[in-house]
C-alpha cells in the first residue's frame, strides 16, 4: 500500500470518513433544524432541549469532530503517497488498463468530499465560516472549478484509452461505476454552490457546468450499469472478492444525482422563483425507493461473501467500497425524511449511521495492521 505498491483505491477511506461526518450533519440539518439556511452548533439549542436529545445531539457532534479529523488526516497521507506513486510504471500500467483505471477516480472523490466537511461539519462548529459564508463562494466556485477541470480531463482520458486499447468486456466489474461516482461528487458540490449562493452570475455558472456533468454522469452510469449486467449474466458465477465490495457502489451514485437535481432544484427556486415541490418529492422518494430493493437484492447476492470471506483476517482495499453505500443511504434517508417525515427514516438513519461508524473503525483496524505488517492479517 505503500511506495510503488500504493492503491489509489485507498482513497476511499478517506471518502468514507468524509461521509461520515457529513451523515450526522445531515441529520440534524434535514430531521431537526427548522430555521432558516444550514444548522449550525448555536442554532440547534442547547440547553432548551430534553436530556436524551442533547445526548444523542452531542454523539453527533462527536462523531463530526472526530471523522472529520480522520478525513482530513488519511487525506494528507493517500495524497503524499499518491505523488510519490504519479509517474512511476505502476501508475502507468493502471492508466492504460481499462479494466482497473477507474480506481484512479477515488482521489477525486476524496478531495470533493473535503469541501462537502468544510460547508457541513467544519462550519457547523467555526462561527467565521458560517457567518462568512456568502464571502466563500467565490473561493470555492475557483477550489471546484480546478477539480472539475482535472476530473473532466481525466474521465475522457481514461474513456479514450477504453476505446483504443483491447481489452475483456467480460470481466468488467461494478469498480467501473467510479466514473460515475466520482462525476457525481463533483456535480453535487456544484450544484450547492448554485443553491447556496446569493450572487446570481456565480450561482449560473455554477449551475450550467453542474449540468454538464451531471449529464456526463447519468449518461455513463446508465451505460456501464447496462453493460456490466450483461457481462455478469454472461459470466460463471460471481466475481473474486476483491470486486465483491464494488457491487453496492451503485448506491451511493443514485444518492449523489438524487441531492444534485435536489439542490439544483432549490437554485431554480431561489433565482428563477420556480415551485417544485412535486418535483422534489418524486426525485428524493424515488431515488430512495430504487436504493431499498437494490440493497436487497445486493445483499442477497453477498450473503455468503460475509458468511464465509468479511470476517477473515484478510484486508484488500476495495473493502472500504462497503462504507459509502451505507453513508450514502443515511444521507439521503434524511432529505426524504425532509420531504416525507416519518419513523422509519429517522430510525433507517440512526441504525445506518451506528453502522456506517462500526464498519469504518473496523476496516482501519485492519487496514493499520497491514501498515504495521502484522502477520496475522492477509493483506492482499
Same mark, same amino acid.
Given at each position: 500500500?505503500?511506495?510503488?505498491?500504493?492503491?489509489?483505491?485507498?482513497?476511499?477511506?478517506?471518502?468514507?470518513?468524509?461521509?461520515?461526518?457529513?451523515?450526522?450533519? *445531515?441529520?440534524?440539518?434535514?430531521?431537526?433544524?427548522?430555521?432558516?439556511?444550514?444548522?449550525?452548533?448555536?442554532?440547534?439549542?442547547?440547553?432548551?432541549?430534553?436530556?436524551?436529545?442533547?445526548?444523542?445531539?452531542?454523539?453527533?457532534?462527536?462523531?463530526?469532530?472526530?471523522?472529520?479529523?480522520?478525513?482530513?488526516?488519511?487525506?494528507?497521507?493517500?495524497?503524499?503517497?499518491?505523488?510519490?506513486?504519479?509517474?512511476?510504471?505502476?501508475?502507468?500500467?493502471?492508466?492504460?488498463?481499462?479494466?482497473?483505471?477507474?480506481?484512479?477516480?477515488?482521489?477525486?472523490?476524496?478531495?470533493?468530499?473535503?469541501?462537502?466537511?468544510?460547508?457541513?461539519?467544519?462550519?457547523?462548529?467555526?462561527?467565521?465560516?458560517?457567518?462568512?459564508?456568502?464571502?466563500?463562494?467565490?473561493?470555492?466556485?475557483?477550489?471546484?472549478?480546478?477539480?472539475?477541470?482535472?476530473?473532466?480531463?481525466?474521465?475522457?482520458?481514461?474513456?479514450?484509452?477504453?476505446?483504443?486499447?483491447?481489452?475483456?468486456?467480460?470481466?468488467?466489474?461494478?469498480?467501473?461505476?467510479?466514473?460515475?461516482?466520482?462525476?457525481?461528487?463533483? *456535480?453535487?458540490?456544484?450544484?450547492?454552490?448554485?443553491?447556496?449562493?446569493?450572487?446570481?452570475?456565480?450561482?449560473?455558472?455554477?449551475?450550467?457546468?453542474?449540468?454538464?456533468?451531471?449529464?456526463?454522469?447519468?449518461?455513463?452510469?446508465?451505460?456501464?450499469?447496462?453493460?456490466?449486467?450483461?457481462?455478469?449474466?454472461? *459470466?460463471?458465477?460471481?466475481?473474486?472478492?476483491?470486486?465483491?465490495?464494488?457491487?453496492?457502489?451503485?448506491?451511493?451514485?443514485?444518492?449523489?444525482?438524487?441531492?444534485?437535481?435536489?439542490?439544483?432544484?432549490?437554485?431554480?427556486?431561489?433565482?428563477?422563483?420556480?415551485?417544485?415541490?412535486?418535483?422534489?418529492?418524486?426525485?428524493?422518494?424515488?431515488?430512495?425507493?430504487?436504493?431499498?430493493?437494490?440493497?436487497?437484492?445486493?445483499?442477497?447476492?453477498?450473503?455468503?461473501?460475509?458468511?464465509?470471506?468479511?470476517?477473515?483476517?484478510?484486508?484488500?482495499?476495495?473493502?472500504?467500497?462497503?462504507?459509502?453505500?451505507?453513508?450514502?443511504?443515511?444521507?439521503?434517508? *434524511?432529505?426524504?425524511?425532509?420531504?416525507?417525515?416519518?419513523?422509519?427514516?429517522?430510525?433507517?438513519?440512526?441504525?445506518?449511521?451506528?453502522?456506517?461508524?462500526?464498519?469504518?473503525?473496523?476496516?482501519?483496524?485492519?487496514?493499520?495492521?497491514?501498515?504495521?505488517?502484522?502477520?496475522?492479517?492477509?493483506?492482499?
Amino acid at each position: 500500500m505503500k511506495g510503488k505498491n500504493f492503491n489509489p483505491i485507498l482513497f476511499l477511506a478517506s471518502l468514507g470518513a468524509g461521509g461520515i461526518a457529513v451523515m450526522p450533519f *445531515a441529520f440534524l440539518q434535514y430531521v431537526y433544524y427548522k430555521g432558516a439556511g444550514l444548522v449550525t452548533m448555536s442554532g440547534v439549542g442547547h440547553g432548551t432541549i430534553s436530556a436524551s436529545q442533547e445526548l444523542l445531539f452531542y454523539s453527533l457532534e462527536a462523531v463530526m469532530v472526530v471523522f472529520t479529523i480522520i478525513h482530513l488526516i488519511l487525506t494528507v497521507v493517500f495524497t503524499k503517497r499518491l505523488i510519490k506513486w504519479v509517474g512511476t510504471k505502476e501508475y502507468h500500467s493502471l492508466i492504460n488498463d481499462p479494466l482497473k483505471n477507474a480506481g484512479i477516480l477515488a482521489a477525486f472523490l476524496s478531495y470533493t468530499m473535503t469541501m462537502n466537511v468544510v460547508i457541513g461539519p467544519i462550519r457547523y462548529f467555526v462561527p467565521w465560516v458560517s457567518s462568512n459564508l456568502q464571502n466563500m463562494m467565490l473561493p470555492a466556485f475557483l477550489g471546484w472549478l480546478v477539480i472539475y477541470i482535472l476530473l473532466l480531463r481525466m474521465v475522457i482520458k481514461l474513456l479514450r484509452i477504453s476505446f483504443t486499447h483491447d481489452f475483456d468486456v467480460s470481466k468488467i466489474s461494478f469498480g467501473w461505476l467510479l466514473y460515475p461516482f466520482s462525476i457525481g461528487m463533483v *456535480a453535487v458540490v456544484g450544484a450547492g454552490i448554485a443553491a447556496i449562493g446569493n450572487n446570481t452570475t456565480l450561482s449560473n455558472a455554477a449551475a450550467f457546468l453542474t449540468l454538464i456533468m451531471a449529464s456526463m454522469g447519468l449518461f455513463l452510469l446508465i451505460v456501464k450499469m447496462i453493460s456490466i449486467f450483461k457481462s455478469h449474466f454472461a *459470466a460463471k458465477g460471481l466475481p473474486e472478492k476483491q470486486f465483491m465490495p464494488s457491487f453496492l457502489i451503485v448506491v451511493p451514485n443514485i444518492t449523489l444525482y438524487a441531492i444534485t437535481f435536489f439542490r439544483l432544484g432549490h437554485y431554480l427556486e431561489k433565482h428563477l422563483g420556480y415551485h417544485l415541490d412535486y418535483f422534489f418529492y418524486f426525485v428524493i422518494l424515488g431515488s430512495v425507493a430504487f436504493q431499498v430493493w437494490y440493497l436487497i437484492f445486493g445483499l442477497a447476492l453477498l450473503w455468503d461473501y460475509f458468511k464465509r470471506d468479511f470476517f477473515r483476517k484478510e484486508y484488500y482495499p476495495s473493502m472500504w467500497g462497503f462504507v459509502c453505500p451505507v453513508v450514502a443511504f443515511a444521507v439521503l434517508g *434524511a432529505f426524504a425524511h425532509k420531504i416525507y417525515p416519518n419513523m422509519v427514516f429517522y430510525w433507517t438513519m440512526i441504525v445506518s449511521m451506528a453502522v456506517a461508524v462500526v464498519l469504518f473503525l473496523f476496516l482501519l483496524r485492519r487496514h493499520l495492521g497491514c501498515e504495521k505488517g502484522v502477520k496475522r492479517i492477509d493483506c492482499i
